[in-house]
C-alpha cells in the first residue's frame, strides 16, 4: 500500500492510500479536479466511472454531489470505499464494482453529471508486451472510436436532456476517443481545460444533448431563415431549418442561392451580441468549427471552402433590431454548381452523400458549443476562441496559401480579438476589416 498527499486549489489536501494496480491521482486528475471546480449549482447526483482512488468523487462531494463511483477493478473499489471512509465522505459517495462494457450495467436513474477520466493509452498491437489484465481494462483506450463511443452509445438513450458530461481526453497524440465523434449523434462540446503535460496534450470537455432536448423548427419552404428567426421563442436554445429558400442572403446583403439537398438554418440567439465574444471573432469560431467538422478550409471571415479555393457555404451574424439577441445564418451546399459566373463546390466533394439532416446536426451542435448558454458550464475562455479562430485560419496559409492587398503582396500573421485580420505589408502590420481590398492566391493542387 502506497500513502500520497493530494491537493489542489480548490480540494484536500487528502491523504491517500493507494493499492497496487490502482491508478493514482498524477496531473492529468489534477486538470480534471480544476476543471469540474469551474461547473456551478445544480449539484444532483453525479456519476463517476473508473473512480481509481475516489479522488474525482469526493471532489464532486465536496461541490455538493452525491455520487455513484464505479470501477470495473475489485482493488480499486476498494481501495476508493477506504479512502472516502477515512476522510469522512461516506454519506455522499457510494462506490461499486462495475462500469461500460459490464454485462447487466447501466446508469442508475436520476443522474445530471457523468464523469470519466478516459483510457487514453494507444490498444496493445498483436504480440507487443501488455500490462496486467486489470490494469490493460482501466488504463487502455479501445479501438475504433474508443471508450468514448462506448460511452455515447449507452447516453443516446439516457432520458434526461439536462444531462451533462465531463470527459479528460487525450488530443495529442490523437486518441481513439474524441469529443467530435459526438456531434453527429446531437451531442454539442466545449473545452473546459487543455494543457500539455510532457509529450501528451490533454483536453478537459463537457457535453450535452445541443437543445437540451429543445427541437428544431421545421419548414418546408420560406422566404428567409434570418427573418423566420426573428419569429421564434425568446428564451432557450432556437433555431430552424428550411428544405427550400425563396430569398435567402448572404454577406453585405448578397443573394445567397439554395438547391434542393442543401443545408440552409438559421439560429436565434437569445443573449447579448458580445455577451461570449466579438461578432467578428464568434463569426470566425463558427466557421472554423463548422469547416472542421466538414473537412473543409475557412477563409477569412466567413466563407466555408475547399482547399482549392472553392465556396460550399458561409456564416452570416445579423443582429436583432427589437431586443439585445442576435441571428446566425449558415447556408452550405450539397454538390457542386455554377453561382453568377463562378465554381462554387459541396460537402459531397468533402465528406460523401451525406444527408442534409445529418449536416444540420453537425452545424447546430458546433454553433451550440461556442453559445448555448447552460446553468452549470461556463462560456469558452476568450483565449481559447482566439487560439481556434487563427488554427482555422491558418489551416490553408499553411499549404501555401497566399493574399494580396490592394494588389501589394502580403502576409497574414495572425486575427485580433474583434476578429479583424492582421497583416504584414512592407514591414509594417495592419489591421483589416473588410474584404474589398484583398485577393487570395490559392496554389494549384
Known amino acids: 500500500m502506497k500513502k500520497v498527499r493530494f ?112 483510457p487514453y493509452l494507444e490498444p496493445p498491437e498483436e504480440g507487443s508486451p501488455m500490462l496486467e489484465p486489470i490494469e490493460e481494462a482501466s488504463m487502455t483506450d479501445l479501438g475504433g472510436g474508443g471508450w468514448s463511443a462506448a460511452l455515447m452509445d449507452e447516453l443516446n438513450d439516457y432520458e434526461n436532456p439536462d444531462l451533462i458530461v465531463i470527459l479528460l481526453f487525450r488530443i495529442d497524440p490523437i486518441s481513439p476517443s474524441t469529443p467530435k465523434d459526438w456531434v453527429s449523434s446531437g451531442w454539442s462540446y466545449r473545452p473546459l481545460e487543455i494543457q500539455r503535460i510532457g509529450d501528451e496534450k490533454l483536453g478537459v470537455f463537457a457535453l450535452w444533448k445541443t437543445g437540451l432536448g429543445i427541437s428544431e423548427a421545421v419548414a418546408e419552404f420560406c422566404e428567409s431563415t434570418m427573418d423566420e428567426a426573428m419569429m421564434l ?14 430569398s435567402g442572403r448572404g454577406r453585405r446583403g448578397s443573394i445567397w442561392a439554395s438547391e434542393p439537398g442543401d443545408m440552409i438554418a438559421s ?24 469547416s ?58 468533402t465528406i460523401g452523400e451525406i444527408h442534409s439532416g445529418t449536416i444540420f446536426k453537425i452545424v447546430d451542435s458546433c454553433i451550440s458549443g461556442l453559445l448555448e448558454e447552460l446553468d452549470i458550464i461556463p462560456d469558452p475562455e476568450n483565449e481559447i476562441l482566439e487560439i481556434n479562430a ?53 496554389p494549384e493542387l
Open 390 to 442: 487563427w488554427k482555422a485560419l491558418s489551416k490553408s496559409l499553411s499549404r501555401g496559401v497566399g493574399i494580396k492587398h490592394s494588389e501589394n503582396d502580403a502576409r497574414v500573421v495572425g486575427v485580433n480579438a474583434d476578429g479583424f485580420l492582421q497583416l504584414e505589408l512592407q514591414g509594417e502590420e495592419i489591421v483589416i476589416s473588410g474584404t474589398d481590398s484583398l485577393i487570395w492566391e490559392y
Open 7 to 118: 491537493s489542489t486549489d480548490n480540494f484536500g489536501p487528502w491523504d491517500l492510500d493507494i493499492a497496487p494496480t490502482v491508478y493514482p491521482p498524477r496531473e492529468d486528475t489534477k486538470l480534471l479536479c480544476e476543471s469540474i471546480s469551474k461547473i456551478s449549482g445544480g449539484a444532483s447526483r453525479a456519476v463517476e466511472i473508473g473512480c481509481g482512488s475516489g479522488v474525482i468523487s469526493m471532489a464532486l462531494s465536496t461541490m455538493g454531489w452525491n455520487v455513484d463511483a464505479y470501477d470495473i477493478n475489485p482493488y480499486a473499489v476498494a481501495c476508493s470505499r477506504a479512502n472516502i471512509e477515512k476522510l469522512g465522505f461516506s454519506e455522499s459517495v457510494n462506490v461499486h464494482e462495475g462500469g461500460i462494457g459490464e454485462d447487466g450495467w447501466q446508469f442508475p436513474d436520476g443522474i445530471g453529471l457523468v464523469v470519466w477520466n478516459l
Open 233 to 246: 421563442p425568446d428564451s432557450g436554445w432556437q433555431r430552424i431549418v428550411t428544405a427550400e429558400q425563396l
Open 267 to 290: 439560429w436565434k440567439i437569445n443573449r447579448g451580441v458580445t455577451e461570449v465574444s466579438t461578432p467578428g471573432m464568434m463569426q470566425i469560431c463558427i466557421g472554423g468549427a463548422i
Open 292 to 349: 472542421e467538422s466538414l473537412n473543409c478550409d475557412l477563409k477569412w471571415p466567413n466563407d466555408i471552402i475547399i482547399n482549392n479555393g472553392e465556396k460550399i457555404g458561409g456564416v452570416l451574424i445579423e443582429a436583432n433590431t427589437s431586443d439585445a439577441g442576435f441571428r446566425i445564418g449558415v447556408g452550405l451546399n450539397f454538390r457542386p454548381r455554377m453561382v453568377e459566373e463562378r465554381i462554387c463546390s459541396g460537402w459531397s466533394e
